[in-house]
Nanobody, 116 residues
Framework: QVQLVESGGGLVQPGGSLRLSCAAP????????MGWYRQAPGNQRDLVAT???????NYADSVKGRFTISRDNAKNTVYLQMNSLKPEDTAVYYC??????????WGQGTQVTVSS
């Protein structure tokens, strides 16, 4: 079992910034492909960004240029830096870990609300 612990959500004004963090077990972190997904009320859970064990990244078009995913293998943590936030970024953000062919592991989710 891979337990993921997310933090960093909250309320921010449009144009503001937040940084989400997701910690994973240290013994296997370097092998994991990590990702951030989000789900707004009434919507499906959508990809935001992913980062492979080798550092390759992928972003949803809607966040390119505003969000940055990164990982610190020494701290067993993946980050999502979110800048220039918009009301449409409001959602519950989930961290996901993928380890080979094993089932995906999900965090509990953290709420991000962008509102004035």
């Amino acid at each position: 079992q891979v337990q993921l612990v997310e933090s960093g959500g909250g309320l921010v004004q449009p144009g503001g910034s937040l940084r989400l963090s997701c910690a994973a077990p240290g013994s296997i972190f370097r092998f994991l492909t990590m990702g951030w997904y989000r789900q707004a009320p009434g919507n499906q859970r959508d990809l935001v960004a992913t980062i492979t064990s080798g550092g390759g990244t992928n972003y949803a078009d809607s966040v390119k240029g505003r969000f940055t995913i990164s990982r610190d293998n020494a701290k067993n943590t993946v980050y999502l830096q979110m800048n220039s936030l918009k009301p449409e970024d409001t959602a519950v953000y989930y961290c996901k870990a993928q380890w080979g062919a094993r089932p995906d592991y999900w965090g509990q989710g953290t709420q991000v609300t962008v509102s004035s």
